[in-house]
């Protein structure tokens, strides 16, 4: 059974230290409910619409658990961290090719639906033609008259 992703989990440590309660939490910032007691990951939608509400939580320990929790009052600067704005930006950038995704995913879909409604309406028409076929094959041929027996 998969546990609760690290960004879950940091999540809810962060949300338990500021002593919100989950349903309010969930209302203030319009993460799906629920969500957090889910045992899989966390949607870039939702991480970024929690960091979004609480810009005061350190992106690097949300993400990764290392750090502080809290933003310092004065940043160390560090060459190997990416900076807030840059996590920011690469999650938005994930976020809009997932979009593009399903946008082409969708197109493919009305054309395969296209494609299947012409095909079942050539299924149709063939029916209709055997049917008509089979129907003139078992009436008796108008150029043959009917034998009728004389009494």
């Keep these: 059974m998969q546990e609760k992703s690290l960004i879950k989990q940091n999540?809810?440590?962060?949300?338990?230290?500021?002593?919100?309660?989950?349903?309010?939490f969930y209302q203030e910032t319009g993460i799906t409910r629920g969500i957090l007691d889910q045992n899989n990951g966390m949607s870039e939608e939702n991480t970024l619409k929690f960091l979004a509400?609480?810009?005061?939580?350190?992106?690097?320990?949300?993400?990764?658990?290392?750090?502080?929790?809290?933003?310092?009052?004065?940043?160390?600067?560090?060459?190997?961290?990416?900076?807030?704005?840059?996590?920011?930006?690469?999650?938005?950038?994930k976020l809009e090719d997932k979009q593009k995704q399903i946008t082409l995913l969708e197109e493919n879909k009305a054309l395969?639906?296209?494609?299947?409604a012409k095909l079942e309406s050539e299924i149709q028409a063939l029916k209709s033609a055997q049917s008509?076929?089979?129907n003139k094959s078992s009436q008796p041929s108008q150029s043959q008259p009917l034998i009728r027996s004389r009494r």
């Design 11 to 24: 999540i809810l440590q962060s949300v338990d230290f500021k002593g919100v309660a989950k349903c309010k």
């Design 112 to 116: 395969l639906q296209e494609k299947v």
């Design 53 to 93: 509400y609480y810009p005061e939580v350190n992106v690097e320990w949300l993400l990764t658990g290392n750090g502080s929790m809290l933003k310092s009052e004065q940043p160390q600067p560090s060459k190997e961290l990416i900076n807030d704005n840059e996590i920011v930006a690469l999650l938005k950038e």
């Design 132 to 134: 008509k076929s089979v």
